[in-house]
C-alpha cells in the first residue's frame, strides 16, 4: 500500500503532522506503538498517555485538596478534616487519558488519516516496515516519511528501575498508595510537578538534585522565589547531591549520595523516583542504509526545516534538537506537514514559551534577565508582584511576580517570566507580543481589563521604564 506521507508516532508531534498533511490533501498513515500497562494501546504519545495530561490531572486534585486544607479557612469556609481517596484521583485520572487519547484516534478518523496501531521502522528508499499489534509484518511506501518516535524517561546507572520500588516519571504516576517517605532524583520540571502531587498527599518528600543551583533554565530571580515556596510546601530540596547509588534493602530504597561538598550521605525512603530528564526514543526506528543519523546523544539529526538531509525524509518533535515541549512538537509536525504540501512554514523557535504547573506556577519565554545581559545588550527590568494584585488578593493567591525583560536601547521586549497563579495562562500574551516583535511601550499602552491577574504582566511592562501605578517605582 502506498501513500503520499506516513507518520511514524502518534504522539503530540505525529498526529499533528498528519492531521495537517490529510487536510493538505494528502493520503496519509500514522502509526504508533504506544503500549499501556494494562496492555491497551493508545495513540497520543508519553504526553497524553503518562506525561503531560496524567500528571495535570493529579496536580489539579490535589491542589484542590492543599487548598481545602490550608486556604478555604481563609475564605471564612469551614470544612473540618479534609480526607482523600487516592483510588478516585487515580480513576478519574485514567478516565481523562482515556478519553484523550480516544479523541486523537477520532481526529485521525475524521481527517481521513489510515490510523496504525504498532511498531514502524524506515527502510532505504522510504519504505517503512509495520508490525502490526498482532504480528503481522506489511511493508509500506511512501513519497514523504515523517519520523515522530517522541522521547522515554533517562535511566540512571546508580538507580536502575526496577518498577516497583525505583520507578521512572510514568510508574510516579501509577503509585497505588502514598509512600511515607519519597525521594526523588532531580529537581527539575518533571520532578518538581511529581514531589508537589505527592507532598500535598502527605509524602515526606527529599529531592536530590546534582545540579548546584536551582532551576538553571528559568530566570534566577524567579528560581530564587520558586525555591522558597517550595520548601514552605515541604519539598525538601538538596542541590548539589550526586547519587553514587541506590539499593533496595527490606522493601526500602537506600540511597548514596555525596552532596554539594562532597561528603558521603545517605538517605532511606520507601519509593523512589528517578526523573533526571528524557532522551530520544528511537530503538529500532531506523534500519540500516536508511541514511538518517543520530548525533552523540541519540538525537536524529535535522536541518532548521526539520529535515534530515536524505531526500523526502523529517523528523520532529522530541526526538530532534530544541526543547522537549508539546507545543513545540506540535508545531514542527504541523510546519513540516505545510511544507510537503509546498506551503509556507515556519517555527520561531525564540518564542517557545515553557511552563511549571505547581503552585505557584511558573512559566516563560524568551530571555531571562541573566542571559540578555550575556548577550551583551543594556537591559531594563520591570517586576510586579501578585501581592499588590487586587485579583490575586482575593484569590488567596498572591505568591510571586511577573517579570518584563527589554532591550534599554530600543525598547524591544527580550523575555517574560512568572510565578505566580495562573502563569501558564499568563505567558501566551507574553508569546504573541514577542511573536510580533512587541516594544514594551506595546505592552504598557494595551489596556488589561481590571480586576485581572493579567495586570500584573502590564505593570511589570510600566516598572521596566519606572512608570508603574499599583507600585511604588524605584
Given at each position: 500500500?502506498?501513500?503520499?506521507?506516513?507518520?511514524?508516532?502518534?504522539?503530540?508531534?505525529?498526529?499533528?503532522?498528519?492531521?495537517?498533511?490529510?487536510?493538505?490533501?494528502?493520503?496519509?498513515?500514522?502509526?504508533?506503538?504506544?503500549?499501556n500497562?494494562?496492555?491497551?494501546?493508545a495513540?497520543?504519545?508519553?504526553?497524553?498517555?503518562?506525561?503531560?495530561?496524567?500528571?495535570?490531572?493529579?496536580?489539579?486534585?490535589?491542589?484542590?485538596?492543599?487548598r481545602?486544607?490550608v486556604?478555604?479557612?481563609?475564605?471564612?469556609?469551614?470544612?473540618?478534616?479534609?480526607?482523600?481517596d487516592?483510588?478516585?484521583?487515580?480513576?478519574?485520572?485514567?478516565?481523562i487519558?482515556?478519553?484523550?487519547?480516544?479523541?486523537?484516534?477520532?481526529?485521525?478518523k475524521?481527517?481521513?488519516?489510515?490510523?496504525?496501531q504498532g511498531?514502524?521502522?524506515?527502510?532505504?528508499?522510504?519504505?517503512?516496515?509495520?508490525?502490526?499489534?498482532?504480528?503481522s509484518v506489511?511493508?509500506?511506501?511512501?513519497?514523504?516519511?515523517?519520523?515522530?518516535?517522541?522521547s522515554?524517561p533517562?535511566?540512571?546507572?546508580?538507580?536502575?528501575?526496577?518498577?516497583?520500588?525505583?520507578?521512572?516519571?510514568?510508574?510516579?504516576l501509577?503509585?497505588?498508595?502514598?509512600?511515607?517517605?519519597?525521594?526523588?532524583?532531580?529537581?527539575?520540571?518533571?520532578?518538581?510537578?511529581?514531589?508537589?502531587?505527592?507532598?500535598?498527599?502527605?509524602?515526606?518528600?527529599?529531592?536530590?538534585?546534582?545540579?548546584?543551583?536551582?532551576?538553571?533554565?528559568?530566570?534566577?530571580?524567579?528560581?530564587?522565589?520558586?525555591?522558597?515556596?517550595?520548601?514552605k510546601?515541604?519539598?525538601?530540596?538538596?542541590?548539589?547531591?550526586?547519587?553514587?547509588?541506590?539499593?533496595?534493602?527490606?522493601?526500602?530504597?537506600?540511597?548514596?549520595?555525596?552532596?554539594?561538598?562532597?561528603?558521603?550521605?545517605?538517605?532511606?525512603?520507601?519509593?523512589?523516583?528517578?526523573?533526571?530528564?528524557?532522551?530520544?526514543?528511537?530503538?529500532?526506528?531506523?534500519?540500516?542504509g536508511?541514511?538518517?543519523t543520530?548525533?552523540?546523544?541519540?538525537?536524529?539529526?535535522?536541518?532548521e526545516h526539520?529535515?534530515?538531509?536524505?531526500?523526502?525524509?523529517?523528523?520532529?518533535?522530541?526526538?530532534?534538537?530544541?526543547?522537549?515541549?508539546?507545543?513545540?512538537?506540535?508545531?514542527?509536525?504541523?510546519?513540516?506537514?505545510?511544507?510537503i504540501?509546498?506551503?509556507?512554514?515556519?517555527?520561531?523557535?525564540?518564542?517557545?514559551?515553557?511552563?511549571?504547573?505547581?503552585?505557584?506556577?511558573?512559566?516563560?519565554?524568551?530571555?531571562?534577565?541573566?542571559?540578555?545581559?550575556?548577550?551583551?545588550?543594556?537591559?531594563?527590568?520591570?517586576?510586579f508582584?501578585?501581592?499588590?494584585?487586587g485579583?490575586?488578593?482575593?484569590m488567596?493567591?498572591?505568591?510571586?511576580?511577573?517579570?518584563?525583560?527589554?532591550?534599554?536601547?530600543?525598547?524591544t521586549?527580550?523575555?517574560?517570566?512568572?510565578i505566580?497563579?495562573?502563569?501558564?495562562?499568563?505567558?501566551?500574551?507574553?508569546?504573541?507580543?514577542?511573536?510580533?516583535?512587541?516594544?514594551?511601550?506595546?505592552?504598557?499602552?494595551?489596556?488589561?481589563?481590571?480586576?485581572?491577574?493579567?495586570?500584573?504582566?502590564?505593570?511589570?511592562?510600566?516598572?521596566?521604564?519606572?512608570?508603574?501605578i499599583?507600585?511604588?517605582?524605584?
Open positions: 500500500m502506498d501513500f503520499d506521507v506516513i507518520v511514524i508516532g502518534g504522539g503530540p508531534a505525529g498526529y499533528p503532522a498528519a492531521i495537517r498533511a490529510a487536510q493538505n490533501g494528502l493520503k496519509v498513515a500514522c502509526m504508533d506503538g504506544w503500549k500497562y494494562d496492555g491497551s494501546r495513540f497520543g504519545g508519553t504526553c497524553l498517555n503518562a506525561g503531560c495530561i496524567p500528571s495535570k490531572a493529579l496536580l489539579e486534585s490535589t491542589e484542590l485538596l492543599h481545602a486544607q486556604e478555604f479557612a481563609a475564605h471564612g469556609i469551614e470544612t473540618g478534616k479534609v480526607s482523600f487516592l483510588s478516585k484521583m487515580q480513576k478519574r485520572k485514567a478516565s487519558v482515556k478519553n484523550m487519547t480516544g479523541g486523537i484516534q477520532q481526529l485521525l475524521a481527517a481521513g488519516v489510515t490510523a496504525l511498531h514502524g521502522q524506515l527502510l532505504p528508499g522510504r519504505e517503512v516496515e509495520f508490525t502490526a499489534v498482532d504480528g506489511q511493508r509500506l511506501k511512501a513519497q514523504h516519511v515523517v519520523l515522530a518516535s517522541g522515554q533517562t535511566a540512571l546507572p546508580t538507580a536502575p528501575f526496577d518498577g516497583e520500588h525505583i520507578v521512572d516519571s510514568w510508574g510516579a501509577e503509585m497505588s498508595s502514598v509512600p511515607k517517605r519519597l525521594g526523588i532524583i532531580g529537581a527539575g520540571v518533571i520532578g518538581l510537578e511529581l514531589g508537589s502531587v505527592w507532598r500535598r498527599l502527605g509524602s515526606e518528600v527529599v529531592m536530590l538534585e546534582a545540579m548546584p543551583d536551582f532551576l538553571p533554565m528559568a530566570d534566577s530571580q524567579v528560581a530564587k522565589e520558586a525555591l522558597k515556596h517550595f520548601k510546601l515541604g519539598l525538601d530540596v538538596r542541590l548539589g547531591a550526586k547519587v553514587t547509588a541506590a539499593k533496595v534493602v527490606k522493601g526500602a530504597v537506600e540511597v548514596s549520595y555525596t552532596d554539594g561538598d562532597g561528603a558521603a550521605q545517605s538517605l532511606k525512603v520507601d519509593k523512589l523516583i528517578v526523573a533526571i530528564g528524557r532522551r530520544p526514543h528511537t530503538t529500532g526506528l531506523l534500519a540500516e536508511t541514511g538518517v543520530l548525533d552523540q546523544r541519540g538525537f536524529i539529526q535535522v536541518d526539520c529535515h534530515t538531509g536524505v531526500e523526502n525524509v523529517w523528523a520532529v518533535g522530541d526526538c530532534v534538537r530544541g526543547a522537549m515541549l508539546a507545543h513545540k512538537a506540535k508545531e514542527e509536525g504541523v510546519a513540516v506537514a505545510d511544507r504540501a509546498g506551503q509556507y512554514a515556519h517555527v520561531n523557535y525564540a518564542v517557545i514559551p515553557s511552563v511549571i504547573y505547581t503552585a505557584p506556577e511558573i512559566a516563560w519565554v524568551g530571555l531571562s534577565e541573566q542571559q540578555a545581559k550575556a548577550s551583551g545588550r543594556e537591559v531594563k527590568v520591570g517586576t508582584p501578585f501581592l499588590a494584585s485579583r490575586a488578593r482575593a488567596e493567591a498572591s505568591q510571586g511576580f511577573a517579570k518584563v525583560v527589554s532591550d534599554a536601547a530600543d525598547d521586549l527580550l523575555g517574560v517570566h512568572i505566580g497563579p495562573m502563569a501558564g495562562e499568563l505567558i501566551g500574551e507574553a508569546v504573541l507580543a514577542m511573536e510580533y516583535g512587541s516594544s514594551t511601550e506595546d505592552l504598557q499602552r494595551t489596556i488589561h481589563a481590571h480586576p485581572t491577574l493579567s495586570e500584573a504582566v502590564h505593570e511589570a511592562a510600566l516598572a521596566a521604564d519606572k512608570r508603574a499599583d507600585m511604588p517605582n524605584r
